[in-house]
């Protein structure tokens, strides 16, 4: 029986570059990001800068995490305690805890069989009166019709806040993910785009939110030490009312991230390749289904999702099982116990009572979802095609009459 060796949470080492230029930031001992030689740009304003021009957008504010840009992105826009704010059903943990964390009351939004944001449940919940915010995540890598989600948002006065995590570098019909709503936030921890262990960016174009988040992130009054930000006046009233919530980036793990940066784009093409050599080997499985992903859709696929849409949780639960026997263990976000990274709209007990989403259960109770770091080359992809196939064909085949037994 073939199985799999390698380690589906592996990721590349860090560029040499981004070693020795951190080497040279712990030799001068300015690892903070305002602690800088005869005034000097730091490797975090420089950082700030190069991102604000890869996202073509005006200002960025490096931080702490993507969840910490996200918090303070619900902060800067203006998010107040009690205030609702719309969100994909189908997120990761954090996304949730953001809204929470500024005192927002999440509301979810149903999953298509795509994966995607569902638009007309987002419109109808849009609608209502007491709605003002949506904190849409591009879950797993798959952007909506942003065309469509922008129009609904903008007709029901509804500001758009972006979760990037997995679309860094993504954008669609030429439009980089991030640069829809006001504000667009990404995360630069270890399994992400970009990896500085932890880390995160925050972007926008808009004046007086990007000074806010800069004083919550605890900028002191040096604010002026910023290269991607607004001209120092949008700060003179601010910074008297915007309290200091601690979460800067520090020049560490700038120095790492920079020579990454200017690497992304051809690391988002290697994602791809292996994401297209994975998918055309899963769609010749009669038992599962690979969302449709439209033109328009210029995705990084670092992870892969697909569906078994005719087996029932047993099923998944055994082929799970023995995938994992076989060293590709799969994610499965339908788990009613939420396990490793993975957990449901249901398991977010703090919110008060599960809201009913049948469509989003249906669609979790089905979906595997599979990570594709960049230390898999095009063998691994086919190998652990095979591997899934053979399982669904013990598991699934054989159990239909006339199927072949082996
Ligand atoms: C990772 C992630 C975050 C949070 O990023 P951290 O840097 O880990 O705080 C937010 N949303 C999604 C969808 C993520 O995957």
Redesign the pocket.
């Known amino acids: 029986m073939t199985t799999f060796n390698k380690s589906f949470t592996q990721q590349e080492a860090i560029p040499d570059a981004g070693i020795e230029r951190a080497l040279e930031v712990m030799r001068s001992g300015r690892l903070h990001r305002y602690n800088s030689a005869a005034c000097e740009p730091t490797e975090t304003e420089l950082l700030e800068k190069e991102f604000a021009d890869y996202q073509g957008s005006r200002y960025c504010l490096a931080c702490a995490?993507?969840?910490?840009?996200?918090h303070v992105a619900m902060r800067a826009v203006g998010v107040n305690p009690g205030d609702k704010v719309l969100c994909n059903a189908f997120?990761?943990a954090?996304?949730p805890g953001?809204i929470h964390n500024a005192g927002g009351v999440p509301v979810f939004v149903e999953t298509t069989d795509d994966f995607t944001i569902d638009l007309d449940d987002l419109e109808s919940k849009a609608t209502a009166a007491d709605v003002h915010y949506l904190l849409l995540?591009?879950?797993r890598g798959h952007l909506a019709d942003m065309d469509r989600l922008m129009a609904i948002c903008n007709r029901h006065d509804v500001v758009v806040i972006e979760?990037c995590?997995?679309t860094m570098g993504a954008s669609w019909n030429g439009k980089k993910s991030g640069s829809f709503g006001q504000v667009g936030?990404f995360?630069?921890?270890t399994?992400?785009h970009m990896n500085s262990g932890?880390?995160?960016f925050l972007t926008t174009d808009d004046d007086e939110v990007m000074a806010r988040a800069i004083i919550y992130s605890g900028s002191y009054m040096l604010y002026e030490r910023h290269l991607a930000a607004p001209p120092k006046e949008t700060f003179a009233r601010i910074r008297f009312e915007t309290p200091n919530y601690s979460g800067r980036m520090d020049n560490l793990r700038a120095a790492i991230l920079r020579p990454q940066l200017a690497n992304l784009d051809k690391q988002c093409r290697r994602w791809n390749e292996l994401y297209r050599i994975t998918e055309a080997g899963l769609k010749q499985i009669p038992c599962i289904r690979l969302p449709e992903r439209p033109e328009a859709e210029e995705f990084v696929a670092s992870s892969i999702q697909f569906a078994l849409p005719n087996q029932n949780e047993a099923d998944i639960q055994r082929f799970l099982k023995r995938c994992d026997t076989r060293g590709v263990p799969l994610k499965w976000f339908g788990d009613a116990d939420p396990k490793g990274?993975t957990s449901r709209f249901d398991s977010w007990r703090y919110l008060g009572e599960a809201p009913s989403l049948p469509q989003t259960e249906r669609v979790l109770a089905t979906m595997c979802d599979m990570r594709l770091p960049l230390t898999f080359d095009e063998a691994d992809c086919r190998l652990i095609v095979r591997i899934i196939a053979e399982v669904c064909d013990e598991l699934f085949l054989s159990a239909e009459p006339g199927a072949h037994s082996s």
């Open positions: 995490s993507g969840g910490y840009a996200l997120t990761l954090p996304v953001a995540s591009h879950m979760d995590a997995h936030c995360s630069t921890q399994y992400k932890e880390g995160g990274y």
